[in-house]
């Protein structure tokens, strides 16, 4: 497509449940960015994925958080037994990057997760 | 490991008035800069970005940034500012040194335009 396709755009769910949440990144874009953005504050890394590497899952908060990504395509973030500290927009990038290179990251619209 | 500071959450300015965001870097290598704004309600944009080449580096909206690798700065500016630029700007870096790097933010920066 033409830009960063994440889904839902909007999720309310009940404390305990868990969520998946669908980045659908550039086509031919090597690399994927999931970020956490609380409520009036910064973007907080999660997990980066280049290519065929190892993710770079450094960011990620807890066991409860984890992400897959099938090739250069769809990326999901799953969260188990959500709580209520979980409640952010969670935001989705992609960028072109070899060795040496890199494009600037385009953003999707972001997932807005609320826990009740 | 590389990151980014932004001493001003918030900075308050009247309409027409010049702007000065400040950005602060941290990393042991060559980096890429950019500056993205995010619109109330809204995702990221990119404003400018700084690769290679001239250091001074103009963006979207009349923004321009200079890259000072002495100082590890990446300051955005604008001469007169709109209502419009309401917004947070963030700061971000990734470094060089390979293809496999993540994209370090600062945590924001909310300018307040008022007439």
């Known amino acids: 497509g033409a830009g960063v396709s994440q889904s839902p755009s909007n999720k309310v769910t009940e404390k305990g449940k868990d969520v998946e949440l669908r980045c659908d990144p550039i086509s031919g874009h090597t690399a994927l960015y999931w970020y956490r953005q609380r409520l009036g504050q910064g973007l907080e890394f999660l997990i980066y994925f280049q290519g065929n590497s190892a993710p770079d899952k450094s960011g990620l908060p807890s066991d409860r958080f984890s992400a897959e990504r099938t090739g250069e395509s769809v990326s999901t973030l799953t969260i188990q037994r959500t709580q209520q500290e979980d409640s952010a927009v969670y935001l989705c990038a992609s960028s072109f990057d070899t060795s040496g290179r890199r494009t600037e990251a385009f953003f999707g619209q972001g997932t807005r997760l609320t826990v009740v | ?115």
């Open chain 2, 1 to 115: 490991a590389q990151s980014v500071t932004q001493l001003d959450s918030q900075v308050p300015v009247f309409e027409e008035a010049p702007v000065e965001l400040r950005c602060n870097y941290s990393s042991s290598v060559s980096v890429y800069l950019f500056w993205y704004v995010q619109y109330p309600n809204q995702g990221l944009q990119l404003l400018l970005k700084y690769l290679s080449g001239s250091t001074l580096v103009k963006g979207i909206n009349g923004f321009e940034a200079e890259f000072n690798k002495s100082q590890t700065s990446f300051h955005l500016r604008k001469p007169s500012v709109h209502i419009s630029d309401t917004a947070e700007y963030f700061c971000a870096v990734s470094d060089l040194t390979s293809g496999y790097s993540t994209l370090t933010f600062g945590k924001g920066t909310m300018l307040l335009v008022s007439p």
